[in-house]
């Protein structure tokens, strides 16, 4: 199975969950012999390149609609593949990731540059779990410092850095800074001490579990 395979196969499965009984982009689908469902038209080399003024099947899919599909694949590997096909489905990576509330990188194994650009683009981001599990994210103080500039930091109402060795209160320091409307935040498995302790007193206000 090529890579082109895989994510139509993906992509087949994505829209007859979301679109079950209708006949949304007719010409890309095509009514099966069940009742109520549609079959998602199969590109090929012609269709994804065709020649001279043709439209491209694939480039009649509007931004938001591509984009609703990405937010549904849970797997970072998969976006980060996906953004790599075309500029249009790069754009619909970063609109899906900028609608997301929640990002999860607890049993992923992502660093401080693959964790950051993924948040940075998060800009709707309420909840965020850079937890590490024991193949999963290894952040560091790097990390931690490039994510204190992300737009989203300062509306974080949950973090959990639970088992993050690789943080220390220098790192902790200046992300928790930014985050000023944490009410939730896991900080259990580090080796911080007091200072980032003061620190989390003085810069969130709403915390309610620490």
Known sequence: MTTFDHYHDSLV????????????????????????????????????????DEEADIDRL???????VFSLLTSFKDLAQSSGVCRKWRQGVKESLARKESLSFSGWKTD??????????????KDLDISRSRWGCQITD????????????????????????????????????????????NIGGTFITDVSLFAIADSCPHLKML
């Not at 509007?62 to 609703?68: G, K, N, R, S, T």
């Not at 990390?143 to 992300?150: C, N, P, V």
């Open 13 to 52: 499965s994505i829209f007859q969950f979301l679109f079950p009984s209708s006949n949304i982009l007719n010409s890309s689908f095509q009514s099966s012999s069940q009742p109520h469902t549609y079959r998602f038209f199969r590109f090929n080399e012609a269709n994804m390149w065709p020649k001279g």
């Open 112 to 125: 401080d540059d693959s964790t950051t650009r993924l948040v940075q683009l998060a800009y709707s981001l």
């Open 142 to 185: 790097h990390g931690l410092k490039q994510l204190s500039t992300a737009k989203c930091i300062g509306n974080l109402s949950s973090i959990s850095l639970w088992g993050s060795t690789g943080i220390t209160d220098i790192g902790v320091v200046q992300m928790i800074s930014r985050a000023t409307s944490l009410h939730h935040l």
């Open 62 to 68: 509007p931004v938001d609609l591509l984009a609703h």
